[in-house]
Each structure stands twice: as C-alpha cells, then as structure tokens.
C-alpha cells in the first residue's frame, strides 16, 4: 500500500464517527484537519474536496457495517428465520456502541444527503438496495428449502424488514428508549411466525 493511500485510510478512519454523528454537511474540512491532525494541504492532497472526504467516508461506513451483517448471515448455523433473526440480535447486541458511534450509516446519510450532497445519494440508495437484497436472498432461501411458504411476495416482505429495522433505529435513536427497536423487531418476528413460516 502506498504512502497517500495510507494517508487517505488514515482520514476517512479517523473521521468516520464524526461523519456519522455531525452529518456529512456539518463535518467541516476544520473539523477533518482537528480529527486527524494533518494540514488541510494533507486533506486536499488525498481527496479533491470536502465532499470526496464524505463520500468515501460513507463508503466505508456502510461498507463496514454491510460486512458486519453478512458476517452474521454467513456464521448462522441455522435456517432462514434463524438468520432473520440473528440480523436482529445484532442489532440488539450492539445497541450501545451502535448508538454512541451516531446510529445507522445509511440512515443517517439518507435523511440528510438528498438536498446538500447529491453525489452521494447514489450510494446511499445502492447500500439500501444491498441491505434489502440480503432479506431477499434469506427469504428466496427459506423459500427453497420449505421453511417459509410459497409464493411469498419476497420485494414486498424484504422491504417491509429494512422499513422496520431503519424505523426502529431512527426512533430508539432519536428518543433515547431501545423499546422503540424491540417493538419493529419484534414486529419482524411476528411477520415471520404469521405470514410466512409453513
């Protein structure tokens, strides 16, 4: 790895809690120079903007946090509803850190970057469509395998699961109360147990 692209992991790790807590307008190139330590000379000499900066700034948020879910996906022994739910438990096993580190990336990005950073809305929304298509993929598997029924509608209900994890993330965050996720996963659960379970 060369020297600059260590510099430019260097600045998007080092500010990428920033980002996601402050916004990606708010984030100042002030800020990026404070957080890091280097010269905004150093900055602009890796990223042709501050804009650059939060791009791939997003980029490795989301990114670390889509690993993290695959992970857990991949590492579950059990069946699609088991990985369904092991999504959940992630979330609910991580709350602490996950609130303290701003909330959800993709969340955060999306309420925010469609007026001030239109750049970044395409990535915003290919992270949206990754994460819904994770459920998609569990749901065609439990289609498969006889564990959920056929002919579910697997758009409808992988969307429903993103509406409702995003949902429970922005409430519990904003009121400070993680009953608010308890009420969306448990909402989850029961679509699993109700509607599409054999």
């Excluded at 330590?37 to 804009?51: P, Q, R």
């Excluded at 900066?53 to 695959?70: D, F, S």
């Excluded at 996963?185 to 599409?196: K, Q, T, Y």
């Amino acid at each position: 790895m060369s020297k600059a692209e260590r510099t430019k992991r260097y600045i998007i790790r080092k500010s990428s809690v920033h980002f996601n807590k402050k916004g990606y307008a708010g984030t100042s190139l002030r800020d990026i120079t404070e957080l890091t330590g280097l010269t905004k000379g150093s900055i602009y000499g890796n990223f042709e903007n501050k804009e650059a900066v939060a791009q791939a700034v997003y980029r490795y948020n989301a990114k670390n946090i889509g690993n993290q879910l695959l992970s857990v996906v991949q590492n579950c022994k059990g069946g699609a509803k088991e990985k369904i739910v092991a999504i959940l438990d992630y979330y609910r096993d991580n709350w602490e850190d996950f609130s303290k580190a701003g909330g959800c990336p993709l969340l955060n990005a999306a309420t925010e970057v469609d007026d001030t950073l239109p750049k970044l809305v395409v990535d915003v929304r290919n992270s949206f469509k990754g994460f819904t298509k994770m459920f998609e993929n569990i749901i065609s598997e439990g289609m498969e395998e006889e564990e959920f029924k056929e002919q579910l509608n697997v758009g409808k209900l992988a969307s429903t699961m993103v509406i409702l994890i995003e949902g429970g993330v922005l409430l519990a965050k904003t009121m400070d109360n993680r009953d608010f996720l308890e009420i969306a996963f448990n909402r989850i659960e029961g679509i699993i147990e109700n509607e599409m379970k054999m």
